[in-house]
């Protein structure tokens, strides 16, 4: 007769998550990642099937994973770098004023990594890494997003009767293809 081990139910480490402890860097637009002050770990939503039945639709899983979007929240730099580089990321892609945006926008080299990402045929995608801290600010977990492109960049907003100084926190939006958590293991 086999012996079952019993199931460990308890929880080892008692230190909840914290919200600040968190860094994130793109690939494509590593001055965004600097000033970085929110980010969200998006929902992923699984569609339902119905299976019809004389009293009721019974809810099976469906196949399908929907991705929430990628936003994240940054302070802008004095000489706007870092807003600017995701504008000219979106108008690289969307080319606004003529054809001419995009190609000027696949020349660019600058700012990728060729070793760490190859670049697709039309250089409009990047990869970017979500790193967790644990409550000692040591590294657990990475979140790593495949294929990411903004879609969305937050006005700034400029006011002349503002009393307190403010700094400019704008907001990007990002649709991508996948992402994955994995656990860093320490080793030692």
Request: charged content about 25%; proline content about 5%.
């Given at each position: 007769?086999?012996?079952?081990?019993?199931?460990?139910?308890?929880?080892?480490?008692?230190?909840?998550l914290?919200?600040?402890?968190?860094t994130?860097?793109?690939?494509?637009?590593?001055?965004?990642?600097?000033?970085?002050?929110?980010?969200?770990?998006?929902?992923?939503?699984?569609?339902?099937?119905?299976?019809?039945?004389?009293?009721?639709?019974?809810?099976?899983?469906?196949?399908?994973?929907?991705?929430?979007?990628?936003?994240?929240?940054?302070?802008?730099?004095?000489?706007?770098?870092?807003?600017?580089?995701?504008?000219?990321w979106?108008?690289?892609?969307?080319?606004?004023?003529?054809?001419?945006?995009?190609?000027?926008?696949?020349?660019?080299?600058?700012?990728?990594?060729?070793?760490?990402?190859?670049?697709?045929?039309?250089?409009?995608?990047?990869?970017?890494?979500?790193?967790?801290?644990?409550?000692?600010?040591?590294?657990?977990?990475?979140?790593?997003?495949?294929?990411l492109?903004?879609?969305?960049?937050?006005?700034?907003?400029?006011?002349?009767?503002?009393?307190d100084?403010?700094?400019?926190?704008?907001?990007?939006?990002?649709?991508?293809?996948?992402?994955?958590?994995?656990?860093?293991?320490?080793?030692?």
């Amino acid at each position: 007769m086999a012996v079952q081990k019993p199931i460990n139910t308890q929880i080892e480490n008692r230190n909840f998550l914290q919200p600040r402890g968190f860094t994130f860097s793109v690939n494509r637009a590593p001055k965004v990642s600097y000033f970085g002050r929110k980010i969200n770990l998006p929902a992923l939503e699984l569609d339902i099937a119905r299976q019809p039945n004389y009293l009721r639709e019974i809810p099976l899983p469906g196949t399908m994973i929907d991705f929430e979007d990628l936003t994240f929240e940054f302070l802008v730099d004095e000489d706007l770098k870092n807003y600017m580089e995701i504008q000219n990321w979106i108008r690289g892609i969307g080319f606004p004023e003529s054809l001419s945006e995009i190609y000027n926008w696949q020349k660019k080299s600058d700012t990728i990594n060729v070793e760490q990402e190859p670049r697709s045929e039309l250089n409009l995608y990047s990869d970017g890494t979500m790193t967790i801290l644990d409550s000692m600010n040591n590294a657990s977990f990475k979140v790593k997003y495949q294929n990411l492109f903004p879609y969305r960049l937050s006005t700034l907003q400029f006011d002349a009767t503002l009393q307190d100084a403010e700094f400019f926190t704008a907001q990007v939006s990002f649709k991508y293809m996948m992402y994955n958590i994995d656990e860093i293991t320490s080793c030692c």
